[in-house]
């Protein structure tokens, strides 16, 4: 049992760091990453019900590809079909297996916070019990600067972290030793993109478009 929840708190810190990455260094601008890494984040707080239209593959295409390398180790203990080699890897194989379906089901769980229609009851009863994002809580992330609550998985670990100041931590030692400012584009692109004053009304389109569920 506790090698699943460590399964599944991984895959909320991995989210939260590649989440993190994408959001706060480099630029839209930039050769292959800027496009393909960096930009879809960076859209997604200027447009965050964007990908409320996007469909399954779009939405999980990336994630499912990302643990095919995981899935295929995993393999390797059971197609070696030895009962023994199992047990002794036991607690190994069950934080594998939690770790890769909670980071293939991350963006799909993310998705799910940004509908504020009708959902499954099953589905507001896992956000509700806080086992997948809850809608309230991803809010936080999505008021300007974007600069806390990366966690997008269960987001289990999104209040600890702030607590110790982690991410903050993080980008002042990475702006010691590179120079580089956090989210130093950020402004410059979402006024290039939708022209200004875009990130004002932004907040005032999330704030209306958010019940007070
Ligand atoms: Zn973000
Ligand atoms: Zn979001």
């Not at 036991?90 to 940004?114: D, E, G, K, P, R």
């Not at 402004?187 to 990130?199: H, V, Y």
Request: proline letters at 6%; hydrophobic letters at 45%; aromatic letters at 14%.
């Amino acid at each position: 049992m506790v090698f699943n929840i460590c399964g599944i708190i991984s895959a909320d810190f991995l989210s939260g760091l590649v989440h993190w990455m994408a959001d706060t260094w480099g630029s839209v601008e930039l050769t292959v990453v800027g496009q393909a890494f960096i930009r879809p984040f960076r859209e997604h707080h200027i447009d965050p019900t964007a990908i409320t239209r996007h469909d399954f593959i779009e939405t999980n295409g990336d994630n499912f590809m990302a643990i095919i390398p995981g899935l295929v180790y995993l393999l390797y203990f059971f197609r070696s079909n030895e009962y023994k080699i199992i047990c002794l890897n036991y607690n190994w194989i069950c934080y594998l297996f939690l770790l890769a379906i909670f980071v293939a089901m991350t963006n799909q769980i993310h998705q799910l916070s940004h509908i504020y229609g009708p959902l499954p009851v099953w589905i507001l009863f896992l956000q509700d019990m806080h086992i997948i994002l809850p809608r309230k809580h991803h809010r936080i992330h999505h008021i300007s600067p974007h600069e806390t609550y990366f966690c997008i998985t269960t987001g289990w670990l999104n209040f600890p972290l702030e607590i110790i100041h982690f991410w903050s931590a993080l980008e002042l030692i990475i702006q010691s030793i590179t120079g580089c400012k956090p989210r130093s584009d950020d402004l410059k692109w979402a006024q290039k993109g939708l022209g200004a004053p875009t990130l004002p009304n932004t907040l005032n389109h999330i704030e209306q478009a958010i019940p007070s569920h």
